[in-house]
């Protein structure tokens, strides 16, 4: 039996453990096979361990390396950031400066429509003031045809109104620096450079640019439509005062307000004169054609009796009762006794009762030392020191006085000096269409 285990344990060597303490022994065997296991966890364990060892030596520099590349790249963004908001700060910088230009130009745009809206209110007083004098009213024109200043007229209705639409889109057209520059936010953010095109593009077409001209030009368009129409309504007034004055020469009249002819002064164009200066001008023309007119109308240029015949004319005749030659300071109006006897013009009535041989008279001061008398009435309706106006009944023809027969003696002096009626009656006729 004992040779049989000595055969099993030849040719292998066994390990033992033997352990010796206080006199007794201890011997352990151990196998083969633990002590490979044994050796190959112990061979992992040393290969672990010095991978960890080789790891954390090259840990550090690897982690620095990490650190090293993120400050670089945090530097890298935080100069990028930077160049964005000096970009960003450039741009709202001359937006605001361009903001500020637009403000100025709309204000001064305002400036002019208010100028424009006040012309207006003096344009209607004065129009009103030409209807109420008779005057038609010009149809003045620029340079331009007619459709393009009706559609002047028609696309400068904001401004006339106070409105500011066009300018409001162009203040809100710079609300977006990106819009403003005509660079999008994709180009104008990466690039970090701005686009030296969007500078020159701006240099040459300004905020609006084109907007501003065009409403610019559609005021000057109305400013010269305005002028010109305070021109020929000018023109229309002083035209109208040359004819009436023409008329007054015919009377030989002097004009109210008339002046010396010693005058004089250097030439200056009208379309040189100032709005207001050349308002003022056409408002006191239309003032003095008014007092012109009111003039005429106190002077005895209507007729007494519209559509009765004339017996007797001024001038040279035989008299009626002496049968001689002699002078008749008047002319005689043929009509049935009790027609009615009209005032010839505005004034005041200084006799109205018996007079000699004219009868029943009604005598008017007309002012300027002219007087008209209508005499033989057979009734008076008026009273002395009435003012009375033209047409105004005054009494009924009759044949009271030196008179053959029912007839209306109707004279005008001037300066107690007779002249002839027909002068003013024909003057009357003439002035009828101005007043």
Same mark, same amino acid.
């Given at each position: 039996m004992n040779g049989s285990r000595e055969q099993r344990q030849f040719g292998r060597r066994e390990s033992r453990i033997v352990i010796s303490s206080n006199g007794k022994v201890r011997e352990y065997r151990i196998s083969a096979n633990l002590l490979i296991v044994t050796a190959a966890l112990f061979a992992m364990f040393? /290969?672990?361990?010095?991978? &960890? /060892?080789?790891? !954390?030596?090259?840990?550090e520099d690897l982690v620095a390396g990490t650190l090293i590349r993120q400050a670089r790249m945090k530097h890298e963004y935080e100069d990028r950031i930077a160049a964005l908001r000096a970009e960003v700060d450039r741009i709202t910088s001359r937006q605001m400066l361009d903001q500020q230009a637009v403000e100025a130009r709309v204000a001064a745009l305002m400036r002019q429509q208010e100028l424009l809206t006040g012309r207006n209110g003096a344009l209607d007083g004065l129009l009103?003031?030409?209807?109420?004098?008779g005057i038609d009213l010009p149809q003045p024109s620029t340079a331009g045809d007619a459709a393009s200043g009706d559609r002047a007229e028609l696309e400068i209705d904001p401004l006339r109104t106070g409105s500011v639409q066009s300018a409001s889109l162009l203040a809100a057209g710079i609300g977006d620096p990106f819009a403003l520059r005509g660079v999008g936010e994709e180009s104008a953010i990466p690039g970090l450079e701005p686009d030296p095109r969007s500078d020159i593009a701006l240099a040459s077409n300004p905020p609006g640019g084109n907007l501003f001209g065009g409403v610019k030009d559609q005021i000057r368009s109305i400013e010269?439509?305005? /002028?010109?129409?305070?021109?020929?309504?000018?023109?229309?007034?002083?035209?109208?005062?040359?004819?009436?004055?023409?008329i007054y020469d015919t009377l030989n009249i002097r004009l109210p307000g008339e002046t010396t002819t010693d005058i004089g002064g250097p030439f200056i164009a009208p379309n040189e004169i100032a709005f207001d200066d050349?308002?003022?001008?056409?408002?006191? *023309? !239309?003032?003095?054609?008014? &007092?012109?007119?009111?003039?005429?109308?106190?002077?005895?240029v209507a007729n007494p009796l519209p559509g009765a015949g004339i017996s007797s004319r001024f001038g040279s005749r035989v008299d009626p009762f002496r049968r001689k030659a002699a002078f008749h300071a008047g002319i005689d109006f043929r009509a049935t006794s009790g027609t009615?006897?009209?005032? /010839?013009?505005?004034? *005041?009535?200084? @006799?109205?009762?018996?007079?000699?041989?004219?009868?029943?008279?009604?005598?008017?001061? @007309?002012g300027q030392g002219i007087t008209s008398r209508y005499a033989h009435l057979s009734r008076i309706l008026v009273k002395e020191g009435e003012t009375v106006e033209p047409g105004t009944k005054i009494g009924q023809v009759g044949s009271t006085g030196r008179s053959t027969g029912p007839h209306l003696h109707y004279e005008i002096r001037r300066a107690d000096k007779a002249t002839n009626p027909a002068r003013f009656i024909n003057a009357g006729a003439q002035l009828r269409q101005y007043l």
């Open positions: 040393m /290969t672990g361990y010095i991978a &960890s /060892t080789a790891y !954390l030596a090259f840990r009103e003031k030409a209807r109420k004098s010269a439509r305005q /002028t010109a129409g305070l021109m020929a309504l000018q023109e229309a007034a002083r035209e109208r005062m040359e004819q009436i004055a023409g050349l308002a003022d001008t056409v408002g006191s *023309t !239309l003032d003095s054609l008014d &007092s012109l007119k009111r003039h005429a109308r106190e002077l005895p009615p006897v009209r005032a /010839t013009g505005k004034g *005041t009535v200084i @006799h109205a009762g018996r007079k000699g041989g004219y009868g029943m008279m009604v005598e008017i001061d @007309h």
